[in-house]
């Protein structure tokens, strides 16, 4: 189901070709014949194997490690400990508190201590075992309400305010006011669990110093660019010096964002030995390396005028944080930046504090900081509806934004395409005549939400450029596009060969795109933030255009026409009002050729200065070029016996702008929407506690388990499968936004935020019991049912 | 106390045996302590079988051994002796793609595509042991109940079971043609 915009090609004034068609990647077959390398793939001659220690304690000073008798086994090649690269480091320039290998305190069961490269995985397993470290064990902080309550227990020493990473406190408009004469306030107090990615692809690093003492890193990152930096940083050794190449990645969704232990350590090995080194994380150290979604504790007070007018939002969340900091201080901005949209607030307020704990570390996961105060909000909009006898799909078109406006923490919103959405999942579900009528145990829940298309700013201070494109024509009318971007599996290389063959008149299957390869490539920022399509689609936009119009200048020259009678499309360069006179698209490239020269152009995006942020301190972050918007309707059945929820169907609908790659897009959606399913029902990155209570005393939960993972396999962590995955229905809504190549805004992370209250809204209206605590399970349902009967629960 | 008391792995000495790998005889020596999914991977370079846990858990390494879907990674090298493995590398022929390694690619069932070889060789059992006889008709709960032990992030399976229905209903159709034609013969 599509509602679809239908325009042209607006540069050449012809109907689309390849945009909006149908394709899949056109290499997939590739992947299909096993034949995509990925990092793990890779084997170089003379290559070693690295293992690195991990920490068994959680928080513990190391007094001494002995490597000795690791290095005098046989195969061992060299070991290495954090003294010899101590530089910290940090994806986000202002919060270096990481090291490669630590040196002086751990502060997770997890925490890198030390490495060994041998001539095989199992001789380095075992020298690994030779290594002695001493620990003198400190107090484990993990929870946040543990580590608020002992300040002078500093997880990182030199951090300023005991635990408190990072405290944001932002208002808009007149909160305590609104509050004071709204009709309806709804209190609540949400809790949102951990969850991690779970890339099928563990990360994996293979590093080569050559004669010329070129250090090339192969890794799994879906940040190229910054690793490259931090990589120099580290090993203090210049960029020019380092090549970092992408190969094939085996998912991410945030979790390869940003540099791990195992880069620095395999560069460092390979330096140390002279040869081709490979780390490859276990599953379990997948685990650890985390970067997951972030616990949150949020109050959510929330005004409402009689006819469901949203009046006033004051929130308080406090973040958990983990052992670093990584991209902690975005998070903490985003956990209320980004709420401003789709709703109109008439006052707005909120105060989130991210704190350190002696955990794995948490990061950007699909839908960064945004996911969980979505999902507080729209239960929070979920209850209004009910108390003020309000349709819930109707209190939320009440408070739509609408386009082309600005939202009360002042970012600008372009296309909005809500409505929409709220009408495609309305009708799909066949809402009407069914919500609230489908009988006791089963119910339908609706939500919305939005996200970001990039950021207007570089993670770190720069004017350069956020993307850049080359590309190249050559004489058997083929495309080659160069770009720093990060294919996750996203489909980033599609989405540019896409782009420059729309443009360029080619079949998809003309177009080779080098991609991720820093010796080759121009610099793109990475794939975070969902930022790709739009920012590298615009610099392809560009590069593509100035080759599409020199081609037709030629073209024209030779017909004696105007260049803009000459159009190029389907493998030709034809006159726009008259198809019968054409000729082949590598004969026009060859008439451009010997007109121009060989043919070559780049192009790059920034974004425009003058639709940047808000005029306060942190108005930048969380502003963006343009806002893709979503809505979901959830059905589930509830097993009262057994408190079992059985999610069976979710219908979304989002406005992406323009799908360049329908199926992509589709994909995108299925995508997100089953990894928010999962969170909210089945999954759990949990961390076992026992530290402190706020009181201060000791829980008992026995000795030795103080921030242990309670799940390090892919069965522990119950991600769905087949079985278990919902019927899943993807609508895509296209409000071309000025900004994006073609109109184009995110798909990759939106249609994932909605989908957990989503759910949660329907399963009040199945039985009536409210789970605003994460993960939904079981327990949670008959304890929930049992406050009903004896008169708790109402709205 | 470091750990001196195990054994060195540096010096295990390999076995040899042979096995039909892709149709093809082969003889590889194998230490005997790996996995089948090291010796595809290590010892054969045939990085296609993908490693996603090493325990069993993901369904990334599955192959087929003697047509029976099966995971590398719990299977150890040596059992593999004198029996017929198969992986994603062998699973188009003469250079022509497999019909399910097709309609993967036409829907899109693929995007990282880390998944998608243990995903084919468990997909492609089930569509081979597909018969009018025993059912005839395609059910997508039997297609997730074939792929239920072979995990995706990426794509929620939505065009992972449409491809496959799409290759089961083509291969059932056929049959019912071949049927249908040698009925109509005297
Ligand atoms: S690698 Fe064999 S099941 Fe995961
Ligand atoms: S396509 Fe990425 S895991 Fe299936």
């Known amino acids: 189901m599509t509602l679809s915009s239908k325009t042209e090609n607006s540069s050449q004034g012809r109907p689309y070709t390849v945009v909006g068609a149908r394709h899949g990647k056109p290499d997939a077959l590739d992947a299909m014949a096993g034949l995509a390398k990925y990092t793990d793939d890779i084997a170089l001659p003379r290559m070693l194997f690295a293992r690195i220690l991990r920490s068994p304690h959680a928080h513990a000073r190391i007094v001494s490690i002995d490597t000795s008798a690791a290095e005098a086994m046989e195969g061992v090649h060299a070991v290495v400990v954090g003294e010899e690269m101590p530089t910290r480091y940090g994806v986000i320039p202002w919060t270096p508190d990481e090291q490669a290998l630590a040196t002086d305190k751990v502060r997770y069961v997890g925490d890198a201590v030390a490495a060994v490269a041998a001539i095989s995985e199992d001789v380095a397993i075992a020298a690994c075992k030779r290594i002695v470290v001493q620990y003198e064990v400190l107090e484990a902080l993990t929870s946040p309400e543990a580590a608020l309550a002992n300040p002078q227990n500093k997880i990182h020493e030199a951090n300023k305010h005991g635990n408190i990473t990072k405290q944001v406190q932002l208002a808009f408009g007149d909160v305590d006011a609104q509050l004071a004469v709204a009709d309806l306030v709804i209190e609540g107090h949400y809790q949102y669990h951990g969850s991690t990615h779970a890339a099928l692809e563990p990360h994996c690093c293979v590093a080569h110093v050559d004669g010329r003492g070129l250090l090339t890193v192969w890794s799994a990152t879906q940040v190229p660019h910054y690793l490259h930096r931090e990589l120099a940083k580290v090993l203090e050794v210049p960029t020019h010096k380092i090549r970092v190449i992408q190969p094939q990645v085996g998912g991410a969704f945030g979790g390869k964002s940003e540099p791990f232990d195992l880069e620095f350590v395999a560069a460092k090995l390979a330096m140390k030995t002279g040869r081709p080194v490979k780390c490859l994380y276990t599953r379990e150290e997948v685990f650890l390396a985390h970067r997951g979604r972030h616990p949150f504790d949020m109050h959510y007070t929330t005004g409402f005028t009689k006819d469901g007018k949203i009046l006033a939002v004051d929130a308080k969340s406090v973040l958990d944080g983990g052992a670093y900091s990584s991209f902690g201080l975005v998070t903490t901005y985003y956990s209320g930046q980004l709420l401003g949209s789709p709703y109109t607030f008439a006052s707005y307020r909120f105060d989130s504090t991210r704190v350190y704990t002696n955990k794995p570390a948490c990061g950007p996961k699909r839908g960064h900081g945004s996911v969980q105060p979505r999902f507080a909000i729209e239960v929070q909009l979920d209850k209004a509806a009910r108390a003020l006898k309000l349709d819930p799909i109707d209190l939320r078109r009440r408070n739509f934004i609408g386009e082309n406006t600005t939202t009360i923490n002042e970012f600008h919103i372009g296309s909005n395409g809500f409505l929409e959405c709220l009408e495609l999942v309305e009708k799909a579900s066949d809402w009407k005549a069914r919500y609230g009528k489908l009988g006791r145990g089963r119910g339908l829940g609706v939500a919305g939400s939005t996200y970001i298309s990039g950021t207007n700013y570089c993670i770190y201070p720069t004017d350069l450029p956020q993307s850049g494109v080359q590309i190249c024509l050559d004489r058997s009318g083929r495309v080659r596009i160069f770009a720093g971007t990060s294919d996750i599996g996203q489909g980033s290389s599609t989405m540019l060969a896409v782009v420059a063959a729309e443009e360029l008149g080619v079949h998809l299957d003309d177009v080779r795109v080098i991609a991720a390869d820093s010796d080759l490539c121009p610099v793109d920022l990475g794939s975070y933030s969902s930022r790709v399509t739009l920012m590298a689609g615009n610099a392809c936009l560009s590069a593509a255009r100035d080759l599409a119009s020199k081609v037709r200048q030629a073209v024209a020259k030779k017909w004696g026409c105007e260049k803009r009678d000459v159009i190029l499309a389907d493998r030709r360069a034809q006159r726009l009002d008259d198809p019968d006179v054409f000729i082949d698209i590598t004969d026009a490239f060859i008439l451009a050729e010997v007109e121009f020269g060989t043919m070559g152009s780049t192009g790059s995006y920034q974004t425009p200065r003058e639709d940047v942020h808000g005029e306060y301190r942190g108005g930048t972050i969380g502003a963006s070029p343009a806002y893709s918007f979503t809505a979901h309707i959830a059905e589930v059945s509830v097993d009262e016996e057994t408190g079992d929820v059985r999610v069976e169907n979710i219908w979304c609908a989002h406005d992406c702008g323009r799908a360049l790659s329908p199926v992509l897009v589709e994909g995108q959606i299925e995508g997100s929407v089953y990894m928010g399913f999962g969170e909210t029902v089945m999954e759990h990155h949990h961390v076992m506690a026992s530290g402190l209570r706020t009181d201060g005393a000791r829980r008992d939960t026995g000795p030795g388990k103080d921030g242990l993972l309670a799940h390090s396999s892919l069965l522990d962590y119950r991600m769905p499968t087949t079985l278990d995955t919902p019927n899943l229905y993807a609508g895509i809504v296209e409000k071309p936004d000025p900004r994006g190549p073609f109109g184009a805004k995110e798909a990759g992370e939106g249609p994932l935020h909605s989908v957990v209250p989503a759910i949660c809204n329907a399963i009040f209206d199945a039985i009536g019991v409210r789970i605003d605590s994460l993960p939904v399970a079981p327990e949670k349902i008959l304890a929930g049912l049992r406050a009903q009967r004896s008169g708790g629960q109402s709205c | ?186």
């Open chain 2, 1 to 186: 106390m470091p750990d001196t008391a195990s054994p060195s792995p540096v010096a295990v000495a390999p076995v040899l045996i042979t096995l039909q790998l892709n149709g093809e005889p082969t003889s590889v020596a194998v230490p005997p302590h790996w996995t089948l999914l090291e010796l595809l991977r290590y010892g054969l370079g045939l990085t296609g079988t993908k490693q996603g846990c090493d325990k069993g858990d993901c369904g990334t390494c599955t192959v087929r051994i003697d047509g029976e879907p099966q995971l590398a990674c719990l299977t150890l090298a040596l059992e593999v002796r004198d029996r017929h493995v198969e992986t994603v590398e062998g699973l188009g022929v003469g250079g022509e793609p497999h019909p399910l390694q097709e309609a993967f690619a036409r829907v899109g069932a693929a995007q990282c595509g880390f998944c998608t070889p243990g995903m084919l060789m468990s997909a492609s059992a089930y569509v081979d042991n597909l018969t009018l006889q025993d059912d005839p008709v395609v059910r997508r709960e039997d297609i997730a109940a074939a792929l239920a032990g072979n995990l995706c992030r990426c794509t929620g399976y939505t065009k992972i079971l449409q491809a496959v229905e799409e290759v089961a209903q083509v291969v059932l159709d056929r049959q019912r043609e071949i049927e249908e034609s040698t009925a109509e013969e005297p």
